[in-house]
């Protein structure tokens, strides 16, 4: 009996990830650089279903959490974030875990590293890769090709400055 507790308690996980993987094949990520960031909550929660859980304690946003394939049950595998003022899409985080490489979505070409504080003296990096439209793909923690990420987010590039600024303010590294 317990067993069939268990696997119908993973039935909404299995679901989502049958369909993310036929929607965007099996680079994870993927799913996430198909949007447009023009997306409103309805075609999300199409998409991709309903939140798990809503944070609106953050002044002009307001975040979804869905479980995805998060293989923690207090872990979410997407984040959705919206503005509250006009319901925007500003960024989409898809959690790896285990981390994975994600190099087929950072083309050498369209891709630069960034490093906080700085890159002499670099604490952490990120790859970046700016998009069509208003939009970039950060994989955070990724500094070089070959090298696992544990978090993509897909954010519009006028927001980088409010979430990322270092970022915005570093010099690109190839």
Not at 60 to 72: C, H, K
Request: glycine share 6%; hydrophobic share 45%; aromatic share 8%.
């Amino acid at each position: 009996m317990r067993a069939i507790v268990c696997t119908l308690a993973l039935l909404p996980v299995l679901a989502w990830s049958l369909r993310v993987s036929a929607q965007a094949g099996s680079v994870p990520g993927e799913e996430i650089v198909a949007l447009t960031l023009d997306e409103d909550r309805a075609a999300i929660a199409r998409k991709f279903g309903s939140p798990a859980e809503v944070d609106d304690t953050q002044p002009g946003f307001e975040s979804w959490y869905l479980r995805g394939d998060a293989q923690d049950q207090h872990e979410f595998g997407l984040v959705f974030c919206f503005r509250k003022a006009d319901g925007k899409l500003v960024s989409v985080t898809r959690n790896l875990d285990p981390e994975r490489t994600v190099d087929v979505l950072f083309p050498d070409a369209q891709t630069v590293t960034q490093f906080w504080p700085a890159a002499d003296a670099p604490q952490w990096g990120a790859r970046v890769r700016t998009l069509d439209g208003d939009r970039v793909l950060l994989a955070i923690g990724s500094t070089a090709a070959g090298k696992p990420t544990g978090q993509l987010i897909l954010m519009r590039r006028s927001a980088l400055p409010i979430f990322f600024p270092w970022i915005v303010n570093a010099p690109a590294v190839r």
